[in-house]
């Protein structure tokens, strides 16, 4: 069967080779490799980590990008009573698998032990908890705790910070995050078809505010608590604040860009 993934929309922008930029950590300029990034926003069956796993590798693959990011709780769906999700689970097993035979870092949702809403982080050496969401909405507190720390991390010499849907909303988070010196604001979220231009609006502002790219893993079709129709419309945003790529509306849909 053939990968849903194969007709990718993909806007490359970048050169082939090393370019001088400034460094938005304030260590000054520095000369590295372009960054290719993806965000993906898989159809996703609720609860089935197997399955969503499954998917996940595929998205991966079909990338070819060095940091791939999917959308808040992707492993499980929005299912808020969904069982935790363990770093050593060997559901996960073919994700790691493609992010070791691409070299990729996949980016991906699920409940971890704590019990936080989190963002794993998925290499071919294996999986860690990489960020645990701080801002909880209202339903989410009822059973989850907020994490208590940002995070960042460094792919080949890019800081990448991370964040989880509600997370972007709160200027504090971003704040935090960029005082710890990011090149890129990374989140998974999801919304409403009808609250489409939120997810557009914090990563605009968020954007302009730190000068940083801002990459959104927006949640498409259809999950949990009540989210009948989410939003989809991935995309990544300049430091400017403006729109350097976004997908459509429909689950099966990444886009995947080069960033220098």
Same mark, same amino acid.
């Given at each position: 069967?053939?990968?849903?993934?194969?007709?990718?929309?993909?806007?490359?922008?970048?050169?082939?080779?090393?370019?001088?930029?400034?460094?938005?950590?304030?260590?000054?300029?520095?000369?590295?490799?372009p960054l290719r990034l993806a965000a993906v926003q898989p159809l996703c069956v609720p609860v089935d980590v197997a399955a969503n796993a499954r998917s996940h590798?595929? %998205? *991966?693959?079909?990338?070819?990008?060095?940091? /791939?990011?999917?959308?808040?709780?992707?492993? #499980? &769906?929005?299912?808020?009573? $969904?069982?935790?999700?363990?770093?050593?689970?060997?559901?996960?097993?073919?994700?790691?698998?493609?992010?070791?035979?691409?070299?990729?870092?996949?980016?991906?949702?699920?409940?971890?032990?704590?019990d936080h809403i989190a963002m794993l982080a998925v290499t071919g050496d294996g999986v860690s908890v990489a960020y645990r969401k701080m801002w909880l909405g209202?339903?989410?507190?009822?059973?989850?705790?907020?994490?208590?720390?940002? %995070? *960042?991390?460094?792919?080949?010499?890019?800081? /990448?910070?991370?964040?989880?849907?509600?997370? #972007? &909303?709160?200027?504090?988070? $971003?704040?935090?995050?960029?005082?710890?010196?990011?090149?890129?604001?990374?989140?998974?979220?999801?919304e409403s078809a009808g609250d489409a231009a939120v997810v557009d609006e914090r990563a605009q502002r968020n954007a302009a505010a730190h000068g940083v790219w801002?990459?959104?893993?927006?949640?498409?079709?259809?999950?949990?608590?009540?989210?009948?129709?989410?939003?989809?419309?991935?995309?990544?945003?300049?430091?400017?604040?403006?729109?350097?790529?976004?997908?459509?509306?429909?689950?099966?849909?990444?886009?995947?860009?080069?960033?220098?």
């Open positions: 069967m053939p990968s849903p993934y194969e007709v990718i929309l993909g806007i490359d922008h970048a050169v082939d080779h090393p370019t001088a930029r400034h460094d938005h950590t304030g260590r000054g300029a520095e000369t590295r490799t590798a595929a %998205a *991966v693959r079909a990338a070819r990008a060095r940091v /791939v990011l999917f959308p808040e709780l992707s492993l #499980t &769906g929005y299912e808020l009573d $969904a069982a935790i999700v363990s770093v050593d689970d060997p559901r996960l097993a073919p994700l790691v698998e493609a992010c070791g035979e691409t070299g990729a870092l996949a980016l991906a949702g699920a409940p971890v032990a704590g209202d339903a989410e507190s009822r059973r989850f705790r907020p994490g208590d720390t940002p %995070a *960042v991390l460094n792919v080949d010499g890019w800081r /990448v910070g991370l964040a989880i849907c509600k997370d #972007t &909303g709160v200027a504090a988070h $971003a704040a935090l995050t960029a005082a710890l010196g990011i090149d890129v604001y990374a989140a998974g979220v999801l801002v990459a959104m893993a927006s949640f498409a079709g259809s999950t949990g608590g009540g989210y009948t129709e989410a939003a989809g419309q991935s995309g990544v945003w300049t430091p400017a604040g403006e729109v350097y790529a976004r997908a459509g509306t429909e689950p099966d849909e990444l886009i995947s860009v080069e960033i220098a």
